[in-house]
């Protein structure tokens, strides 16, 4: 198998996959640092100070209503994989692995339907520009899949 080098487009995105992983892994961790802690209202105010204009504060409160450290425990260990998951994903990006590219057109694919449901429910400039982006990248993957086809058709050779 040759090696390929990851192109700017390939290695922005990888960029982005790794941020967004090691952010949620930090989010993880947070979560079990304050396990058995009320951080609603510091997190509440956090978020409306910072992001006024998102309608994330209220339904933000309503979902930490009902955090235990069971549910607390449950959400860290999903952020952690989901952190570890986009972690990886950026690593192969970054190198152009094949398995990489079809990983971020699938993984980031998943979410558009979603997306656009809450363009609809909640339609703000955030959630827009969130979709745009997203529908962005998994057609710059699509394309880099179709535009560069090394395992379509052809038996893989062990070295």
């Known amino acids: 198998?040759?090696?390929r080098f990851a192109s700017k487009g390939l290695k922005a995105v990888?960029?982005?996959?790794?941020?967004?992983?090691?952010?949620a892994i930090l989010g993880a961790a947070?979560?079990?640092?304050?396990?058995?802690?009320?951080?609603?209202?510091?997190l509440s105010s956090m978020i409306e100070r910072f992001a006024p204009s998102l309608a994330l504060?209220?339904?933000?409160?309503?979902?930490?209503a009902g955090f235990n450290n069971e549910r607390q425990t449950i959400a860290a260990i999903a952020l952690l994989a989901y952190g570890v998951l986009h972690s990886i994903e950026g690593y192969g990006l970054w190198l152009a692995l094949h398995w990489a590219e079809w990983l971020g057109t699938?993984?980031?694919g998943i979410y558009i339907p979603f997306e656009i449901w809450e363009m609809f429910e909640h339609p703000s400039w955030f959630t827009a520009t969130v979709l745009v982006i997203n529908i962005l990248i998994v057609?710059?993957?699509?394309?880099?899949i179709?535009?560069?086809?090394?395992?379509?058709?052809k038996p893989q050779q062990l070295s």
């Open 30 to 42: 947070w979560l079990l640092y304050t396990l058995g802690q009320n951080w609603e209202i510091a």
């Open 14 to 23: 990888a960029v982005l996959e790794i941020t967004k992983g090691l952010f």
């Open 139 to 144: 057609a710059y993957l699509i394309y880099v």
């Open 57 to 64: 504060p209220g339904r933000i409160s309503v979902l930490l």
């Open 106 to 108: 699938i993984s980031g």
């Open 1 to 3: 198998m040759q090696p």
């Open 146 to 153: 179709k535009t560069n086809p090394r395992h379509v058709g």
